[in-house]
């Protein structure tokens, strides 16, 4: 990810979670693209370093298996 992108999408997060509060779950996605994984890995990327400064509520993974482990009753 050019380093431009990069600092745009991590002051997204900082936007992100300066409304949403520090108690958020932000889930970083990538959207699939055959033939590669780029997208993912830098999703990946950005939430280690995320989590790396100490924002464990940042999170990539599959959306889904996520909800499930909430304690959610519809």
């Known amino acids: 990810m050019r380093r431009s992108r ?4 991590q002051g997204f997060i ?3 979670r300066a409304r949403c509060g520090s108690h958020a779950v932000i889930v970083v996605s990538a959207t699939y693209v055959y ?3 780029a997208l993912a890995d830098a999703a990946q990327r950005v ?3 995320r989590n790396a400064r100490g924002d ?3 999170i990539a993974d599959r959306l889904l298996e996520f909800v499930a482990t909430l ?3 519809w």
Do not use: S
């Open 6 to 9: 990069w600092t745009a999408f």
């Open 47 to 49: 939430v280690a370093e």
């Open 35 to 37: 033939g590669t994984t």
């Open 56 to 58: 464990d509520r940042v």
């Open 71 to 73: 304690p959610l009753r």
């Open 14 to 16: 900082d936007t992100l």
